[in-house]
């Protein structure tokens, strides 16, 4: 199903994206370095490189492999962002996955926040697949369209985590909203300390149409490319970092971090009416009873 979007709310957007509305000014103080500094590549070195000043980093995918890294540090709770500008052109069973995980690795206890960009023949609009796992346990797909070409420019990609809830951003528009109901529950990930990953991989047995259309290998190398990494968050040091207490010292744990701003709520509203083209917590046929989560409101 496609669904097209008039082009005046996206100039509603672009005045949005002039303020700063989904974080305070101590954002725009967190440290920015190196990648070496940030992160370690997860495998095939020889598919990652970097421009000559080493500011933007690509991520490449032959018939052979793909490739990824991870930060070094792991975090509790926070601010994370990153432009990423996706592979151009035919780019069917390719996924380039932007995301946060207890492990490196698919383990049965995991826990989980994901974008995966799902890639198409040319023309056709990249999909943006979410989800959320906890204790292993995903299943809460969410699928959206974009309102602009991801492989012309960069564009930025953003998590904010705290314990009230999830928001999911594509250049500081909220897209996706997952909320905790303030109770012990098994949806919530919100115990366990996550690094933040990014790889590019071959999934054209599922990602493209459920897998009818296939990766042409022709096309290949197929490069995704990433730069201005941003994180203002709670570093994790063992046994338990202050920082992840209730004290509410920074600002993406703070009260005007646990709901969406009346900006927010109107951008938000635009995206449910015209850029969702999927929600499991809307397909009864696969929930015949609905996740616990579903009736919780975004937007208190």
Request: net charge negative; glycine share 4%.
């Amino acid at each position: 199903m496609e669904r097209r979007a008039s082009p005046m709310p996206v100039l509603l957007y672009i005045a949005a994206l002039m303020a700063p509305s989904c974080c305070s000014s101590s954002e725009a103080a967190a440290a920015k370095s190196s990648f070496e500094d940030n992160f370690d590549i997860m495998w095939s070195e020889d598919h990652f490189t970097t421009s000559e000043d080493k500011q933007i980093w690509y991520l490449s995918l032959d018939k052979d492999t793909g490739c990824g890294f991870q930060t070094k540090q792991k975090y509790r709770f926070g601010w994370f962002s990153m432009k990423i500008k996706l592979v151009g052109g035919d780019s069917a069973g390719v996924v380039t996955a932007y995301y946060m995980c207890t492990e490196n690795g698919a383990g049965p206890e995991r826990d989980e926040l994901d974008f995966e960009f799902l890639g198409n023949r040319s023309g056709q609009p990249y999909l943006i697949q979410t989800n959320v796992y906890k204790n292993g346990t995903g299943n809460r797909e969410m699928r959206h369209q974009l309102w602009f070409d991801p492989t012309e420019e960069y564009h930025t990609y953003s998590i904010l985590w705290n314990n009230h809830q999830i928001v999911f951003f594509v250049d500081k528009v909220p897209i996706r909203v997952f909320k905790n109901n303030g109770e012990a529950n098994n949806f919530f990930p919100n115990e366990k300390p996550m690094y933040l990953f990014s790889s590019i991989w071959n999934a054209d047995e599922w990602a493209t149409r459920g897998g009818i259309e296939k990766t042409d290998w022709k096309k290949s190398p197929f490069v995704s490319s990433y730069k201005d990494f941003s994180v203002d968050a709670c570093q994790w040091e063992d046994p338990f970092p202050a920082c992840v207490s209730t004290t509410t010292k920074n600002w993406w744990d703070q009260y005007d971090a646990w709901h969406l701003s009346d900006a927010q709520k109107k951008d938000f509203a635009w995206i449910q009416r015209n850029m969702v083209i999927y929600d499991y917590c809307k397909d009864s046929e696969r929930f015949p009873t609905l996740p616990v989560e579903c009736p919780l409101s975004p937007w208190e």
